[in-house]
């Protein structure tokens, strides 16, 4: 990262497989120690993976706005709440309309799942949304959570604003993905998967997921 913001680094990642009610799935851990391969973030690569950024445009593209909305996405694991950690007017709005959908599913008439038929459909959608939007991965520590609350409405709810995202999102990404090293730097970086992966990180850190959802 530093060919980019010589003051940011991407926070180390390791990434490994877990088997989640019969489905396959890679999760990713904070810190640079953990059981797994190191994980880029940044290419969304495993160690010893290669990866042309020649070919995606990268350098090309991260600048101005474009590296700032970036950068703001990249801090969300990081999220602590202290004078440090200042969210952007772009992410408090998106995260109020979020928000606002997390209490429409909350309040919904529709009977929550049973904890074993959630729990599935959980690992069924992270299989989903990774061959879809490419390299999108839940972290360990929050796959476990929700699955420990598998039968709460609003853990449910939460899961359910990050699926309906998804799928309206899907058209756009129909044919853009190729072999991971050659796709471009334009559906890695400003496509709805980022999007989905900001969820995903807002999930995990509890602190920031009281922020946005007060849960």
Same mark, same amino acid.
């Given at each position: ?18 088997? &989640? ?5 890679? &999760? ?33 593209? *991260? ?12 801090? +969300? ?9 200042? *969210? ?24 929550? +799942? ?14 989903? !949304? ?16 929700? *699955? ?46 980022? &999007? ?11 602190? !920031? ?7």
């Amino acid at each position: 990262m530093d060919h980019i913001n010589q003051d940011f680094h991407f926070p180390a990642m390791t990434a490994k497989a877990v088997e &989640v009610c019969g489905q396959e799935l890679t &999760v990713l851990n904070m810190g640079p120690d953990g059981a797994g391969k190191r994980y880029d973030g940044f290419n969304d690569t495993y160690e010893d993976e290669p990866f042309d950024e020649s070919r995606s445009g990268i350098k090309s593209i *991260l600048s101005g706005a474009v590296l700032e909305r970036f950068l703001a996405s990249a801090r +969300l694991p990081l999220y602590d709440g202290g004078p440090g950690c200042v *969210l952007s007017e772009e992410q408090e709005e998106a995260f109020g309309i979020y928000y606002e959908t997390y209490l429409e599913n909350v309040h919904s008439e529709e009977a929550p +799942l049973s904890a074993k038929d959630f729990s599935a459909r959980m690992a069924e959608d992270l299989v989903w !949304l990774d061959k879809t939007f490419g390299r999108i991965y839940a972290y360990e520590g929050q796959l476990n959570e929700f *699955l420990a609350h598998a039968g709460e409405r609003e853990y449910q709810a939460l899961w359910k604003v990050l699926k309906d995202f998804a799928l309206d999102a899907q058209p756009d990404m129909a044919g853009r993905l190729a072999p991971w090293s050659c796709v471009d730097a334009v559906t890695r970086f400003l496509s709805p998967r980022w &999007v989905i992966k900001d969820l995903l990180a807002i999930f995990a850190n509890k602190t !920031l997921r009281r922020h946005v959802f007060r849960i």
